[in-house]
């Protein structure tokens, strides 16, 4: 069976960090480009960032460049989000999904994990 399970969300202060995970199974990670993506409570699902299975190359939105730090152990099956100097804005479900390239349309979606920053 084919899944991505999002993992590592929860409640963190402004200025804290946490590292979220998107494990696979069923299906080797290494194969798609992973990205994550984010929405808020009225907002649409907005693009965070995302790595390349053909380079390696990573992708950031403008609001988290500099803060977020994406990676991959494809040993693992697992793509990671570091997100450092969390902020408010940053409070919302964040998803996984594996796709062709970076920025296609996911082939696969994770079920979200709630990334909430408050004091």
């Known amino acids: 069976q084919v899944q991505l399970v999002e993992s590592g969300g929860g409640l963190v202060q402004p200025g804290g960090s946490l590292r979220l995970s998107c494990a696979a199974s069923?299906?080797?990670?290494?194969?798609?480009?992973i990205g994550w993506f984010r929405q808020a409570p009225g907002k649409e699902r907005e693009a965070v960032s995302c790595?390349?299975?053909?380079?390696?190359?990573?992708y950031y939105a403008d609001s988290v460049k500099g803060r977020f730090t994406i990676s991959r152990d494809n040993a693992k099956n697992t793509v990671y989000l570091q997100m450092n100097s969390l902020k408010p804005e940053d409070t919302a479900v964040y998803y996984c999904?594996?796709?062709?390239?970076?920025?296609?349309?996911?082939?696969?979606w994770g079920q979200g994990t709630q990334v909430t920053v408050s004091s």
């Open positions: 069923g299906f080797p990670l290494d194969r798609y480009a």
């Open positions: 999904g594996a796709a062709t390239r970076c920025y296609d349309r996911p082939d696969y």
């Open positions: 790595i390349s299975n053909s380079d390696g190359r990573t």
